[in-house]
């Protein structure tokens, strides 16, 4: 017997004559985000993707409680739907029930308190010899025989045993549900624009979950935000690339950029000429690293810089396409993505981020595009922009 | 480097380097509580280290517990005392000015039923001593827990008077005294100053982090917060460390020789600062009788944390507000307490002094706030 994951496949199963690319993406993903786990063997089979050691004592293996960890990685690679830890074996009925009876002793000694079961059977072997139905019968007597202070329930039962009889026989409960969306890569690459709130990094999540691979750029505008701030971004564009995969992060000295927009720009049009700037320089990043778009975490309405006239103001100063994945969510729904996927701690962190100590009592929220061209009439807008893209700092941000 | 932030720490001295050094050779690294030749000899010097560190508080050998910190000082003292006096009566005062270290004692008691009185403190960071006589008169108080000097603003408590007055009104309540800010910057002698408990600090003396007393006077009892094995007569439990209580005597011996001279040095320094300062606008928010090692001062245009970090530019180290707890986004509550208005107190900063620095050191501050007004002031 020995211990394997299996992962099911979602969207990608949908794909036509390409579905192969994707596929052949999806492993190369899994592979990557699991090499820290031990020598692996990653293969494919229908909608189903198997993983499993190549070494007999791989301790990631041993048992449920120990693949947690690489259970939870496999959840993070867009692409997949869900996760089972499943028992391995070859034999007959006797060894489906001695493999669902220590199962059932695994989870009764983590959850004492199941009271209830099903069993359900897949049987893609035809060749042996009992058919779904009857395995179920026969498995679930057994169950409740061996565990007589178990009963059966067809609905929401505590625990379900999961039977597949293929070329091998595999026993499981449950599975465990993943992020979806498809293998990154798979799209064109991104520029995400991270700043240290709570936005920006569920925006690269959720472009990511489209097989966007990301880059991201942040403005710091040191002494204004403290080195801890920039280390908070770090920190999140880490947690989104447990999700995209490896990624570049552009960190950009704003400051001298800042303080000439404060010297020579209306105070109250500041938050939108500021925004301007920054995505010229984002955009200016992206050509340079092949990337085909930018991504902002900006929702309609929720702050001066996100209102449709300031969205308006800002998307003319760039060629690219600003994708905004959040556009019409609330806060509520973008918080508990963000805790979903582990960002929230860190986002609320208090460090400044180097939007709050410029920012106007009353800034513009509805700016009229002839005062957007009037606040930067005195700035050298080209020279900013180059000053801001020599000015950056490259730090390549990876999952482990 | 110009280190301006010696109320959060300071940097061990040669003088304790060399000791600690020193006592890391064999023959001192026995448990004090082994029987063998290697454990009485290290109990010796214990004791003897002890006496030491009495005798300069003007102590007894017998009132003196080693601690890890001054923390662990005020929760033995606050927490102890209470615990274990239950008889004494179930009120305590106080100000909203002490270290943290004491409020989330007092904190604690509060929600335990005890009634916690805390006393306004003005703008000079002085608790209201018409406020203590009343609040003396009301009820049986068995605690005072108070800061010799505070360390955000440096403003000295009037404790002479504060100790008569229990002696008139209230003469049993016992009086616990943070006074980490004070030790080696001003005079204690723990028999004269007649308090009942006291809190001290090494590494805000050039000791190292992890190096403590608390002084209990004969005859209080407290109840011990770490329990085990009896050590330091049952008063805080586990193994005793020599070269530890050796740093903290080594350090309290130097801070001792040289205070006429560093307070000297310091008054120099905060004087210059002052006047520097306030040409410049800033806020000085340091009452003027307070000791001279601790400046608070506001620079308009600039937030606490944004003047920290122009400073750290030209490696120069200050604090907003304390060091423990400027990692949380907060205004300080000690100048807010004292009657700041919050925009000054949101822009405050503490410059803090030690034997080290020098003049030299206080005109090139000075100097660098100038560039620093030139290239990042922010006025709203």
Redesign the interface.
């Known amino acids: 017997m020995s211990n394997v994951i299996l992962a099911r496949m979602g969207e990608v199963t949908l794909k036509g004559l390409n579905r192969g690319s994707f596929e052949i993406q999806l492993k190369s993903n899994l592979k990557y985000r699991l090499k820290r786990f031990g020598n692996l063997r990653i293969f494919q089979s229908q909608s189903r993707i198997w993983i499993e050691p190549k070494e007999e004592d791989n301790p990631n293996f041993s048992d449920e409680a120990a693949a947690k960890d690489i259970l939870d990685a496999v959840c993070q690679v867009f692409g997949i739907v869900s996760v089972s830890f499943a028992r391995k074996f070859e034999g007959d009925f006797d060894s489906i029930c001695e493999n669902a009876k220590s199962l059932t002793e695994y989870l009764l000694s983590e959850n004492p308190d199941f009271k209830t079961f099903k069993i359900e059977s897949k049987r893609g072997n035809k060749a042996f010899p009992m058919d779904s139905p009857t395995i179920c019968d026969e498995l679930g007597g057994f169950i409740l025989d061996t565990f007589p202070n178990l009963t059966v329930k067809m609905k929401n039962p505590d625990f379900i045993i999961n039977v597949e009889i293929r070329e091998y026989n595999y026993v499981y409960s449950g599975k465990k549900m993943a992020h979806r969306g498809l293998p990154v890569g798979t799209a064109g690459r991104g520029m995400l624009l991270l700043s240290g709130g709570i936005d920006s990094p569920v925006a690269g999540f959720m472009m990511a979950s489209r097989g966007m691979p990301l880059d991201a750029v942040y403005f710091h505008s040191y002494p204004y935000t403290s080195d801890l701030a920039k280390q908070k971004v770090i920190d999140l564009a880490k947690i989104v690339s447990r999700f995209s995969g490896r990624m570049n992060l552009h960190i950009v000295n704003f400051t001298q950029i800042q303080l000439d927009m404060y010297k020579n720009s209306p105070q109250d049009m500041l938050t939108v000429t500021m925004r301007r700037v920054m995505l010229r320089i984002a955009e200016e990043l992206a050509r340079k690293h092949d990337c085909k778009c930018l991504i902002t975490g900006e929702s309609l309405g929720q702050v001066a810089s996100q209102t449709l006239e300031a969205m308006c103001a800002t998307n003319e100063v760039v060629k690219m396409p600003i994708l905004r994945p959040l556009i019409g969510m609330d806060k509520q729904a973008t918080c508990e993505i963000s805790r979903n996927i582990g960002a929230f701690e860190t986002s609320i962190l208090p460090y400044e981020d180097c939007c709050t100590i410029f920012v106007a009592k009353h800034p513009k929220t509805h700016p009229h595009p002839e005062d957007v061209i009037e606040a930067e009439k005195n700035l050298d807008i080209e020279d900013m922009v180059e000053q801001g893209v020599a000015g950056t700092e490259t730090i390549e941000i990876t999952p482990f | 480097m110009i280190y301006f932030d010696n109320s959060a720490t300071t940097f061990p001295s040669d003088r304790v380097r060399a000791v600690i050094s020193d006592m890391m050779k064999d023959e001192y690294s026995g448990n004090p509580g082994s029987l063998h030749k290697l454990g009485v000899s290290a109990d010796k010097a214990y004791g003897e280290t002890q006496a030491k560190v009495a005798k300069l508080l003007g102590a007894s050998s017998d009132e003196i517990i080693f601690t890890s910190c001054a923390t662990e000082g005020a929760n033995t003292a606050i927490r102890g005392f209470m615990s274990r006096n239950s008889r004494a009566g179930r009120r305590v005062i106080s100000t909203r000015t002490e270290h943290k270290a004491s409020l989330e004692c007092l904190s604690l008691l509060e929600k335990s039923g005890y009634e916690v009185v805390y006393l306004p403190v003005g703008r000079d960071g002085k608790p209201d001593l018409s406020e203590l006589e009343k609040a003396l008169t009301e009820e049986k108080t068995a605690l005072f827990c108070f800061t010799l000097v505070n360390n955000e603003t440096g403003s000295i408590l009037p404790l002479d008077q504060i100790v008569s007055m229990r002696n008139k009104l209230s003469p049993d309540t016992k009086i616990y005294l943070d006074a980490v800010q004070a030790l080696g910057k001003m005079p204690i002698d723990l028999h004269k100053m007649n308090v009942d408990m006291c809190s001290f600090s090494g590494h805000k003396i050039h000791s190292v982090k992890g190096t403590g007393v608390l002084y209990v006077k004969n005859g209080v009892r407290i109840d011990p917060l770490i329990l085990g094995g009896g050590q330091q007569k049952g008063m805080r439990s586990g193994t005793q460390s020599l070269l530890l209580a050796k740093a903290f005597e080594a350090a309290l011996e130097e801070a001792v020789e040289t205070m006429d001279d560093s307070h000297g040095n310091a008054a120099k320094i905060n004087e210059y600062l002052r006047k520097e300062l306030a040409e410049r606008k800033a806020v000085i928010l340091s009452p003027e009788d307070a000791l001279p090692y601790v400046l608070n001062v506001s620079f308009e245009g600039f ?1 606490s ?2 003047m ?3 400073l ?2 030209y490696d120069i180290f200050v604090s907003t507000v304390s060091a423990c707890s400027s ?3 907060k205004v300080s509550y000690v100048l807010l307490e004292s009657g700041v208005d919050r925009k000054t107190a949101a822009n405050a900063v503490r410059l803090s002094f030690s034997r080290y620095n020098s003049m030299e050191e206080a005109e090139q501050f000075i100097q660098k706030v100038d560039v620093i007004y030139d ?2 002031a ?1 006025r ?1």
């Open positions: 937030e944390e944004t920290l970090h122009c750290e530019i990692k949380a986004k290239l990042y922010v709203k």
